[in-house]
Nanobody
Framework: VQLVESGGGLVQPGGSLRLSCAAS????????MYWYRQAPGKNREFVAS????????YYADSVKGRFTISRDNAKNTVYLQMNSLKSEDAAVYYC????????WGQGTQVTVSS
């Protein structure tokens, strides 16, 4: 199993970023996919999840209405569109899949600063 995140960077408050997570090594369309984030000095926290066939997504209250999770099963990729970014959204963002004990990508840094 391999998960590779990309798309992070520096953005001003109110700006947008689109994160991608390319998955391999498992049958992508058979699994829920998750985004988590971890800010310095804080625990890793759930951000969003999406069902196998892009069904009903779930979001943390802190990002609801601003972030959108989506997936392309043909490309084995899950996305996180982040709009109206706030300073408190700054973190390393990870995608994850719950196979066995769980797998994580290496993370992609999101910095929100003016």
């Amino acid at each position: 199993v391999q998960l590779v995140e990309s798309g992070g960077g520096l953005v001003q408050p109110g700006g947008s970023l689109r994160l991608s997570c390319a998955a391999s090594g498992f049958t992508f369309s058979s699994y829920f996919m998750y985004w988590y984030r971890q800010a310095p000095g804080k625990n890793r926290e759930f951000v969003a999840s999406i069902a196998r066939t892009a069904g009903v997504p779930y979001y943390a209250d802190s990002v609801k209405g601003r972030f959108t999770i989506s997936r392309d099963n043909a490309k084995n990729t899950v996305y996180l569109q982040m709009n109206s970014l706030k300073s408190e959204d700054a973190a390393v963002y990870y995608c994850s899949v719950r196979i066995g004990g769980g797998y994580w990508g290496q993370g992609t840094q999101v910095t929100v600063s003016s």
